[in-house]
T-cell receptor, first 114, second 115 residues
Framework: AQTVTQSQPEMSVQEAETVTLSCTYD???????LFWYKQPPSRQMILVIR??????QNATENRFSVNFQKAAKSFSLKISDSQLGDTAMYFC???????????FGTGTRLKVLA | DVKVTQSSRYLVKRTGEKVFLECVQD?????MFWYRQDPGLGLRLIYF???????EKGDIPEGYSVSREKKERFSLILESASTNQTSMYLC??????????????FGAGSRLTVL
């Protein structure tokens, strides 16, 4: 069975600093995707970044990057130059390629402090 | 620019009432989902639909049913609401295929309170 674990329920970071959110997963699939979604307070959840498991290069989207360690089944999210607008709940998720079977972690609530 | 619209942002219902949560997407996506979000539990899949009139049970379908009569609309129905169904409900959609596949687009959520 697939599982996704986020071990940090809450984190905080000073504005302009860097923070890393942890995520570990377990899957028996060979081809799968990993995701980070962001849910700002009272707003809809949006995709932050997506990683295809067969690609060794870590995905990057502006200030957001991942550290994908396939053998260790780890998929952490690094946010550089944190901004107040990064305050949100962040969910890590996995899904086998071509399926709807997304598995979400329990989320990490990140607060960026001014 | 809104792509997945959930009809009600906040609802308060009484135990035993029938509740309809509506979701509409304008991206011509084949797949639509209903999730339930609870603190400490993440998102749990209630039902999934991959085509009109087609549905599959997710992880927690008990007490819920769904309807998809048109491609763009996916409704979640609570036949007889109970207090343990108080929660945030998220609708999402995704395309089928290798390009852009597996990326979910979410609605803003419907927070349901059952008294």
């Amino acid at each position: 069975a697939q599982t996704v674990t986020q071990s940090q329920p809450e984190m905080s970071v000073q504005e302009a600093e860097t923070v890393t959110l942890s995520c570990t997963y377990d899957t028996s699939e060979n081809n799968y995707y990993l995701f980070w979604y962001k849910q700002p307070p009272s707003r809809q959840m949006i995709l932050v970044i997506r990683q295809e498991a067969y690609k060794q290069q870590n995905a990057t989207e502006n200030r957001f990057s991942v550290n994908f360690q396939k053998a260790a089944k780890s998929f952490s999210l690094k946010i550089s130059d944190s901004q107040l607008g990064d305050t949100a709940m962040y969910f890590c998720a996995s899904a086998p390629s071509g399926t709807y079977k997304y598995i979400f972690g329990t989320g990490t609530r990140l607060k960026v402090l001014a | 620019d809104v792509k997945v619209t959930q009809s009600s942002r906040y609802l308060v219902k009484r135990t035993g009432e029938k509740v309809f949560l509506e979701c509409v997407q304008d991206m011509d996506h084949e797949n639509m989902f209903w999730y339930r979000q609870d603190p400490g539990l993440g998102l749990r899949l209630i039902y999934f639909s991959y085509d009109v009139k087609m549905k599959e049970k997710g992880d927690i379908p008990e007490g819920y049913s769904v309807s998809r009569e048109k491609k763009e609309r996916f409704s979640l129905i609570l036949e007889s609401a109970s207090t343990n169904q108080t929660s945030m409900y998220l609708c999402a959609s995704s395309p089928t295929g290798t390009t852009g596949a597996n990326v979910l687009t979410f609605g803003a959520g419907s927070r349901l309170t059952v008294l």
